[in-house]
């Protein structure tokens, strides 16, 4: 839990980046450019994100850089084939 509230605002942030972009993908059924768009973008300021958050804890490393962008494509792959764009 105490390592949940050192990292309280990055967390929130996490949670606004997936919440607004899952709504904005939603709120464009039927048009599969615009939420291919939206899921790219979302997997973009994850990334970013994600690096702040690493940088600030002087944690970032090649290492995690990698792993990052093979999430991110992993997550937009996927997301894409459940939405079915």
């Known amino acids: 839990m105490k390592f949940l509230q050192k990292h309280f605002w990055h967390y929130l942030v996490y949670f606004l980046i997936f919440g607004i972009g899952f709504l904005l993908v939603l709120s464009e059924r039927g048009n599969g450019t615009i939420q291919a768009l939206y899921l790219v973008l979302i997997g973009m300021a994850y990334f970013a994100w994600a690096m702040v958050h690493h940088y600030v804890h002087h944690e970032?490393?090649?290492?995690?850089?990698?792993?990052?962008?093979?999430?991110?494509?992993?997550?937009?792959?996927?997301?894409?084939?459940?939405?079915?764009?």
Do not use: A
Request: proline share 0%; hydrophobic share 70%.
């Open 60 to 85: 970032l490393t090649s290492r995690i850089i990698i792993e990052y962008v093979l999430i991110v494509i992993l997550g937009i792959v996927l997301s894409l084939f459940l939405f079915g764009i």
